[in-house]
């Protein structure tokens, strides 16, 4: 697949899907999955990596065992949990054999799985996975909205006297996030991609920003795991020596203001992780 062979009928079919999430099993071809995979997956990717490389920051190791890619589409999530940790094998599992086709790896046949990933799905779910009960640990990543980010909540209340917390929470406790507020980060494209014409063209034509890349995620282990300080949510608002941030610790989720006299404004960005003095 290149830039010239983009169908622009599949994909602005398939992005009035997800907008609309209308029920049903829409991959139609193996060429919808590759203009996907080639587009709206790549900024998924670019997503998984913002949140592998926190896995990374806060020293979290995948548990042994295959990785489950669960509502696998093209693939892509699962591909990048693997290469990032060096993990095999690769399962797939999703409603549609096209997308089990084209995502590769082996078919799952229900085996429990050390690491699930799950990306993208949960608007589309009417129940969660039972395969998460088996699972060791849990990589979970939907798009920033409002609405993803408190779906993802909810699950991460079902789920969290189970498993522990790696991330985003510093902290098992209930979710402090309430009224207008949610629990989202911004990702960052790889660089070259804002000046490359390709990718502005793209982005032109699908209507999306690429500079703004919203997520939200969790990650949970059953092995024991803590983490200390406090998380910066959103995007920290900048004025003239200090700065006001959403953050989220076991006390609650509460609007802060750091003066740059604690430390350096540059260093805090959304996601950051905070010691408060
Ligand atoms: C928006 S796509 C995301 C694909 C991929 N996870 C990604 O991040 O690019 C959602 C995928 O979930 C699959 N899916 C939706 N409901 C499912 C279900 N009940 N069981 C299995 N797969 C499902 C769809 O077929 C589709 O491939």
Redesign the pocket.
Known sequence: MNWDQLDWHILDRLREQ?LRGAPG???RSAADLAN??FT??QR?GWKWDAVLAELDRLGWRPPPGPVL?????????GRRVCEHFGLAPRRV????TL?MEFAGGERWRGQPPGVL?????LN???EL?AVIEQAEAILW?EPGTFADSRALIAVRETLRDRFHIVAPCTHRAPCGMTGSDWCHFFAEPPKGVLADPNWVRFAQRAGIDLRSLPYSYLVLDRRPFAVDGARVIGEPRRYKGYAKALLCEATGVRDTMIQKRDRSLKTIRSGTLLTLP
Do not use: T
């Not at 599992?93 to 549609?96: A, I, K, L, T, V």
């Open positions: 997800f099993d829409y991959w996907y995979d709206f997956a998924i890619d669960w509502g696998c589409g093209s693939g892509i999530a599992f999703d409603r549609s997308a990933v799950l990306s993208h799905v589309e779910l009417r996975p990543v």
